[in-house]
């Protein structure tokens, strides 16, 4: 399930190991290299990557704060399964967030911040045409993220920030439900240009309908189903992390 560690031995300090198991066991997580419901133990963690048990225990930690993993007493950590109502929680909070975000954002937002969603909005329709499903949607987490900078309230962005911490998971699932990646790009845009047009109300309906679409195809599906599809769109990744066609089609 791990792969050996580079730099595991003793030229790190204990801080910087604990950033670099972090960085490995997240990305094995994101990319489903470690599935969910995998039980993440101590000690072989840390004998197959090369480093004492205090990192490891730490990472774990970090893991556990982001909602990527869970600990409980005896058990250990384990990997975070999905269900439809942490799916759908988790995103009744995005959707009331990012809405106030363009509400603040549009009056203050500059060329520089319009450039930056430009950019973002380049990365992610180049990606989408390379099938590559990550670089997607690191630059869709900068554009969202931008709207929440651009708003101005610091105490909105820290909360939105660890929320979307916690959202990791959601990421293929989310794609899947969406019907589409061409979608989103295209209700992207048209948020951008009721901004640029300076209509803040229509800009902030705009960013709520899209993070409403995945809601709106979940409340159509049982548990079961909503388990059984989103691990379809599991296995329809590829072991580089870009999606099959039903991945992004269904």
């Known amino acids: 399930m791990t792969r050996g560690f580079p730099g ?3 030229g790190f300090d204990t801080t910087t190991l604990r950033g670099r198991v972090y960085q490995h066991l997240r990305e094995g997580i994101l990319t489903s290299r470690i599935a969910p419901g995998t039980v993440l133990q101590e000690v072989p963690l840390a004998e197959s990557l090369g480093v004492s048990r205090g990192p490891i225990r730490e990472a774990l930690g970090d893991l556990a ?4 993993v869970t600990i409980t007493p005896r058990r250990g950590a384990m990997v975070s399964s999905l269900s439809k109502r942490d799916f759908l929680e988790a995103y009744q909070v995005r959707e009331v967030l990012e809405s106030l975000a363009v509400r603040l954002a549009v009056p203050v937002m500059t060329e520089a911040h319009f450039g930056q969603l430009d950019d973002a909005q380049a990365r992610m329709i180049a990606a989408d045409a390379a099938g590559d499903f990550l670089g997607f949607f690191e630059a869709n987490i900068e554009f969202h993220d931008l709207w929440v900078v651009a708003a101005g309230n610091g105490k909105l962005l820290d909360v939105y920030r660890r929320l979307i911490g916690q959202m990791a998971p959601y990421r293929r699932p989310s794609a899947l ?6 979608r989103s790009i295209s209700e992207h845009r048209e948020i951008m240009d009721a901004a640029r047009a300076q209509d803040a109300a229509r800009a902030s309906a705009l960013m709520l309908q899209h993070i409403q679409v995945p809601q709106r195809r979940l409340m159509t599906l049982t548990e079961e189903e909503f388990a059984r599809e989103t691990q379809g769109a599991v296995e329809a990744m590829t072991a580089d992390g870009r999606p099959g066609r039903r991945a992004l089609l269904s």
């Not at 704060?65 to 990527?68: C, H, T, Y």
């Open 8 to 10: 595991g031995g003793d």
């Open 177 to 182: 439900l969406r019907g589409g990646l061409d």
């Open 65 to 68: 704060a982001e909602g990527l």
